[in-house]
């Protein structure tokens, strides 16, 4: 199969979209003429010109509002943030308005809408910039969240995301945009993938890892590790879909495995893996054989430091050891 | 306030008799409906607030009156005055605020929530001035989809503090957007007034000008000044596609609220009087109609009359609906699950 | 004891420390000449005048970003918004000013500012008035969050914000302003509730209710049918702070009922709820006699019927048919 | 650019030829430290982003001599040439880009956040726009305090697009703050020109006339006329009570970062060219004090060679700093457990 960059994967999703539907328009702060901050959307603008994708002013509740208003006549916004963390100067606009809008109308109007960006931490790049705000936005009903970890399932869940009818955040990761992968070739079909089914990226039956985003392909590495070093064969579960979240299969690898480590970027005090948690025990108490353990990013504001940020959050190392204190 | 007599102006001679007898007769609907709402309210019939719209219905009927097919509105919480403008019913406004499932939103939204989007009204919004950039983005979708049609996007005095606005403004000029932001001005934000909250040096809406918008004052007591207005407006959004601020002078009888008891507090008891024996939009214009011998005093006892009954019967109609029950919280969430869609039947979208 | 109303405990709190600090300063929509939408700063304008309570136009991303900045050069401004709902239109400067500046200047400065107003649903004033953000916050590491049940912990915790040198965000509640309760009287001295210990306001031995903020009284309620018709003693702890957590009390209560049930406003993604369930089976996983259950708010935006507004919510009802699952 | 000789200008006539030289020195250092910074981060040797100042370091040297005890500093992420200019040494600056322990911010906050309390200069900020309420409120506080002191408060011509800077602008213009807001205009904001990003009818500082915010344009390339004008400002900061916008002219010659790698076709090399032949402000300064009889040929030679020489010493500093270390993460949260007092014991704060 062909191999594609994450970065590339987004892009091909999203010009197919562009193709496919009319009505899908990208925006965002730099996204045309300069290609976007990381590339994403390079040569969009190009080849769609200037009504299908649209620079944006430095004004993020300005156009992210503007982006939801005209979802509600039919536009099918797909809005770029230079970062996720920027959502703090839109967040009315995202928590309010696209998630709140069906409901306080009794279903009359809905939001097609995408928001998408880099979230994560790991570039030093400092306290307001690294903010990782999957369970923030899943806890607003109304909201869908994605967060892919490969090229593959960037592709098919960026277009999965559009063709929604309700506002979907999709999660990226600045250090996944150079990342390779093999893709499905659009000569062999439409390639989506549906919101709400997690991935086993690993099978295993000693522990289940977990996680979602990059901290997917941490959990790889030490699964590998793990099996080389321990003998511990760890089953790895990509989330990819936070809201909608594939409750059965968290289920699943629980009964498989009995024992949990949730690994989540986010800081310690809520995230997702705190909801996973508190699911998994509320749903398999029985099955677990001790308690579900997990590996955050260090409760801080991001440092900026390149020589300590990667031990803030979570890696390998720290996945292993925690691993290794529960099997 | 103006001297100029926009009677004249060729969008008010353009209307028939009857047309006139329709605006003036949609003016006292607002305000019976109005009236009848705070009567339930206080009785203790409806939960939140209830911010009332009685002393303002020129603008909200006047703006809504030029609109088109492809027009748009949308506005704050103060909303009740532009529901009836686009034509949605008083049964269904009123069941709404007494929160049964015959509201228009099901008795989700409440007073501050009316929404018809088949009649092109996009909403009752509660954070200050979060509507505005909605605004921008509904007249957004009518350019990018070739309409002809413009958003008019309501907001009061106080909510052009709000940084949302500004930005918008400025994309609105800069993109070229048919959007038309009309401040009604009642000249207090809750407790607060104008000089309190804004700081300006002519009026609110010159703050457009920075942003190269062309901007104006209208005296909101005259149905007829805030349509022939409103047309230059809305023929540069639809012509030219660029944005006006509208600041149309108006009042607000009550407090802010129903739940205000301070309004005498902050404004003098002779402010209001003033206003209502000399700037009331309904009386105002009632007087202009029979001046001009279109309406009589016994017709305009019979709209008001025939008004108060409406008004009264979607009370009866509101009171004897039904009311939500638990399974109703849990829809109008996603549009996917409301529509049992395959991506609805994948993963959990609600959690316990 | 003299009894005060929640409202008048938090107006004497403030009183006091404008009495006690010439750098407190109240801030907010209407605090000042309108005595506040809630009327929980009544007063204090006449007493104080001009230049201690102060009015600010409907800019909250404004005027709570210049009380931050006030903050660093010690000013101690406690400024209310209106409704705590209304963060989502001040958040940057909420999550990343407030939060984030002492981290990011290697701890050279600090901002001791309260931020404080109502946070709760139950008022019919729909779904952008109604939000929960306990968690929200309390999710961001350089950030306090407490949130009184009571007269006398709404006047000891305001007392104690007051003079934390980080930013606290008090979350009161509109529906508590009226309660009554018994206060100490300020000529017994200095009364402080301090930030981070919870308080059992019930002891039992059954089943452990814990809860926060309004819910608290609803356990209480409950606490007294299940005692009256099912036997069932049930002990409340009301965690009163959520950051900082007293996480000893919390455990000590399981050891002690081994059944938990968490009671929370908040929607079922996430919340305070999902996180104390998550240290609870990490650290008493072994005390616990069945999986740790929740009574949240239904998870849609708050719906604006008074005839069905209570139900979305915890209720004693609600409270007491799910702990009968449990025992 | 304006013709008017701010040489002239009592602010400047009161300079002594040793503190002009200062001046320049300031400037140099500020363009040479960045130099070697850029070299650095070419190198790897820096993580995150690196936003030079070259060109605009008359806008922070100008604008901060002017400054008295009581007198703050707050900007956005572009903030070498401010933190120089406040009185920062270069080794803590260099080792903050370093994110070593010595750095300003303990490799904390990097290149986006430095900060000098103690200088009056707090940060350093990378939310664009964010730090506009904090401008505000720092002056709040002077005037609280009864301090006889403003704030400058930087940000960029993008920035004016965000509407926390107009809610600020309200709300100084309605409580009378002595905040000068410094538009410091270099053009572009990231691949952005001014044209495509603000809509305006004159410049941008005009935004503030609608709130009755006196305003004004000065030409960066001048120090002369930056300290002229800024002078006027504080004035009235001071002795007013009163805001001022100024819109400063400057101009980028590096990328928006040292990784956008595209800013040579967002404008044409010519442009940049011309900026640093006929503009630049350096040369421009020097030029004039050498006119001036205050500076030689060789004196200048002279300055930008210790300029060099400290800053690769600055280097060698920050290279040779220790990093920080795992427990280090965890400290310059709170207040209270920084400080280890009785609050801070009780609870938990932290959570794994
Ligand atoms: C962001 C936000 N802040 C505060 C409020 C509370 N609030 C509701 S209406 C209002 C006053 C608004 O005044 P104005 O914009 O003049 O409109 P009017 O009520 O006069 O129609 C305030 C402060 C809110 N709903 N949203
Ligand atoms: C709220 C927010 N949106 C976007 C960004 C990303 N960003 C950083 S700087 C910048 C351009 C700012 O331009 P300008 O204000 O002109 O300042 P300059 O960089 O020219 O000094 C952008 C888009 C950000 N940091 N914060
Ligand atoms: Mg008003
Ligand atoms: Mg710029």
Redesign the pocket.
Known sequence: MRTLTYREALREAMDEELARDENVVIMG?EVAQYNGAYKVTQGLWDKWGDKRVVDTP?S?AGFIGMGIGASMLGVRPVMEL?FWS?HS?AFDQLVNNAACVRYMSGGLCHCPIVVRGPANGGTNVGATHSHIPEGLFAAFPGLKVCSPATPADAKGLMKAAIRDNDPVYVMENTILYGNTGEVPDPADGDFVIPLGKADIKREGKDISLIAHGRSVLHCLEAAETLKAEHGIDAEVLDLRSIRPLDVDAILATVAKTHRVLLVDESKPFGGVSAMVSHLIQEHAFDELDGPIKRVCTIDAPAIYSKYIENEQLPNPRRIIEKALTMV | MSDLNFATSPINQSLTPERKIELFTQMVRIRRFEQAAAKSYAAGEMGGFLHLYIGQESVAVGTISLGGADDHYITAYRDHGHALAVGMGMNECMAEMYGKQTGCSKGKGGSMHFFAPDKNFWGGHGIVAGQTPLGLGLAFALKYQGKDGCCLCYLGDGAVNQGAFHESLNIASLFGIPVIYVIENNGYSMGTSQERSSAYTGCLAQRAEAYAIEWDVVNGSDIYEVRAKTQIAMDRAKKESKPTVLEIDTYRYYGHSVADANHKKYRTPEEIQNYKDNYDPINVFRRKLIDEGVLTEEKSDEIGKAAQEEAVASVKFAKEAPAPTIPDISTDVYWETDNNTEASKIGHHFFA
Chains 1, 3 share one sequence.
Do not use: L, R, T
């Open positions: 702060e430095i993020e230079m920027f100067v």
